[in-house]
């Protein structure tokens, strides 16, 4: 991708167009819905492709057996498959954002299905490959690498399938394990059945007699209701609900726990946190090392309560007293528009580069902003269709949160199109380990904008609340959210069973570590503790420490380069740029300098709370 260069009053002027070609695109009080004609006309054309998929899925054993000819067929043959996968991709994602839109339709319910399938019969298809390169061995697959230009792309699978040889099983038995793969995935399923369509949520009428539904989107704005009354309503009918589904959560967790296990044991991994951190090529320090600094930083994040319940009024700090903004200031509405604007202003320190990839994404029809009946909960962002662009799916609620959430998302997209302009498809896709901080910065960005551009010292205030509770959410949150998955899998390991009260009991006891309960900090009530039933992040294998590293390392970049380094500023586009040509580890470690198995990369984090709060305290 070529992008034209401006500099000075040409820059300030192309700014200015942004601006107001973003304002005018997304003025609509109602939001904006992605327009997928660009992945495939309609279902129809959907349907045919999926057809011709199975049919070239079908066709892709004749493959087996000739990887180690030459040079020229192992590149035919690996170009075959990307090229499928490719298209699969496309189909599934297509798919995926149509049943995300409203999970209640049966049509787009059964049209998921049929893409979980097909991407099941691929992955069996296929189970043959990975063998038969550890059998061609690594001196041949060297030798082709050397011989063939045309194999460059595929280098780095090829590369990680060898490192992979301890773990990797004959092909008889990855071919069992790509039929069961569909059994072995199925808990994240029901637990999207449950949490986006099938659960009645309750109704709860509020002090001003306002009637809200306790949705998973509803809740996620109304426990952060000014009116502590109202908060305990929303928290106390919310978690009742889920504990009415305990039992039937605890099992679904279960067996998705037990999945895990099974797979790392049959492919000789010691635990399921080697495995998952094997699989991406990460040094066990970084997990270890994240836990060690949050759990020796507890007073530091006690400190925050203190200073909550203070600026709150409030002398017996309780966990739904967690969201609600430090100060109650009228900041007006963030809708789409003005979502759009400020996250593009904030975003001015990476540069025209990719600011004008911004430009491109928010002027499309990428997203689909706004709550719906029976849309998937949350917020993400799909790159996974290499040849179209990302799509981005928010619950955008007008309000602050909500602004930032957008500039979290469209960092992710951001990161898409670099890594695809700089990357063929087999190295586009990048780790989880720097999605996140593509993401977290973004917000670190905003914040300290907003901060800057705050109209009084009451709106500052706001603005370095809402960057505490950043930190909260993605260090300290994330980390006890790892804690809890490993201790799940531990238990599941020492063949210990696991029901929903023992998921509370478990989960709540590090709610109380964490929050400083037995210290006075904040208490915990008992039946908060289902709250591990509502995160749809524990059946995504060990994901969520990847947060709390994210915002480590986004800290990390922000420090230096809002100070006006440029040089660590443009390492971390390099770092974007590099999508999945290698390990994410290494990754940051050679273009930056980043070591994310050290206590030095947590300095920055660490300094930046201390900082917010000192400024807090400073206008106190």
């Known amino acids: ?9 040409a820059l300030l002027f192309s700014l200015a167009l942004a601006l107001s070609s973003l304002s005018t695109s997304l003025q609509s009080a109602e939001g904006v819905v992605w327009d997928l004609t660009g992945v495939y006309a309609d279902t129809d054309v959907w349907e045919s492709a999926l057809e011709a998929a199975q049919a070239d899925i079908a066709d892709l054993p004749e493959l087996a057996g000739s990887l180690g000819d030459s040079a020229a067929s192992l590149s035919a043959a690996l170009d075959r498959i990307s090229s499928l996968e490719k298209e699969i991709a496309r189909i599934y994602v297509y798919t995926s954002l149509i049943f995300d839109s409203d999970q209640r339709d049966p049509e787009a319910q059964a049209r998921m299905g049929r893409s979980r399938a097909l991407y099941a019969s691929f992955e069996e298809s296929i189970s043959w490959l ?9 001196a041949r697959i060297e030798s082709f690498l050397a011989a063939n230009e045309a194999l460059a792309a595929h280098a780095f699978y090829l590369r990680d399938t060898l490192r992979r040889a301890p773990h ?23 637990y999207e059945s449950y949490a986006n369509a099938d659960i009645p949520w309750p109704t709860v009428t509020l002090s001003e007699g306002q009637e809200v539904t306790l949705s998973q989107a509803g809740y996620s704005l109304w426990r952060a209701a000014p009116n502590r009354n109202d908060r305990k309503l929303v928290f106390d009918a919310f978690w009742q609900t889920w504990n009415q589904y305990n039992d039937g959560m605890g099992a679904t967790m279960a067996a998705n726990v037990q999945s895990n296990v099974f797979s790392a044991r049959v492919r000789n991994h010691e635990s399921t946190l080697a495995a998952n951190l094997f699989n991406d090529g990460l040094p066990p320090e970084v997990y270890t090392q994240l836990v060690t600094q949050v759990n020796q930083s507890l007073p530091l994040f006690h400190r925050y309560l203190s200073l909550r319940g203070r600026m709150l009024g409030i002398d017996d700090l309780r966990y739904y007293d967690i969201y609600p903004p430090l100060v109650e200031v009228d900041t007006g509405e963030f809708d789409l528009a003005r ?27 990428w997203m689909h902003s706004h709550p719906a009946p029976g849309k998937r909960s949350g917020a993400y962002m799909n790159g996974s269709i290499y040849d179209v662009h990302p799509f981005v799916l928010l619950n955008h609620n007008d309000d ?16 898409s199109l670099l890594a695809q302009a700089q990357n063929p498809y087999e190295t586009a896709s990048y780790s989880t380990f720097t999605a996140e901080m593509a993401s977290t910065i973004n917000e670190i960005l905003l914040q300290e904008y907003m901060i800057e551009n705050a109209r009084s010292d009451e709106e500052k205030l706001f ?12 260090l300290f949150r994330q980390t006890m959210f790892a804690e809890f998955e490993l201790a799940m899998h531990e238990a599941v390991e020492a063949g210990e069973p696991l029901t929903g009260p023992k998921l509370s009991e478990m989960y709540g006891e590090l709610l109380k570590r ?3 309960h037995d210290l006075g900090v904040l208490t915990i009530d008992d039946e908060y503790a289902a709250e591990w039933a509502f995160i749809p ?5 060990f994901y969520v420490f990847q947060y709390a590293t994210s915002i480590t390392g986004a800290a990390w970049f922000a420090e230096q380069f809002l100070a006006g380094d440029e040089q660590v500023r443009d390492a971390f586009i390099r770092v974007l740029s590099a999508g999945g040509s290698d390990y994410a580890h290494t990754i940051l470690r050679d273009e930056a300098g980043l070591d994310m198995t050290s206590a030095e990369a947590y300095g920055p984090v660490l300094r930046r709370m201390e900082s917010l709060m000192d400024r807090i305290e400073a206008l106190l």
């Open 339 to 365: 979502s759009a604007e400020i996250t593009f202003e904030a975003l001015k320190p990476f540069g025209e580069e990719y600011l004008a990839l911004l430009r491109t994404g928010l002027d499309g029809e």
């Open 168 to 190: 990797t099983l004959d092909a008889k038995t990855e071919e069992i394990l790509a039929q069961a793969g569909l059994a072995l995935n199925a808990s994240e399923q029901i």
């Open 514 to 516: 964490y929050h400083g």
């Open 1 to 9: 991708m070529i992008i034209r260069k401006t500099t000075g009053s």
């Open 130 to 138: 990975a063998p038969e390169i550890l059998a061609v061995g690594e």
């Open 537 to 541: 992040h524990f059946y995504y294998d």
């Open 463 to 474: 603005y370095l609340g809402g960057a505490l509770e950043n930190i909260r959410g993605t």
């Open 400 to 415: 602050y949160e909500s602004l930032s959430t957008f500039a979290h998302e469209w960092g992710h997209a951001v990161h």
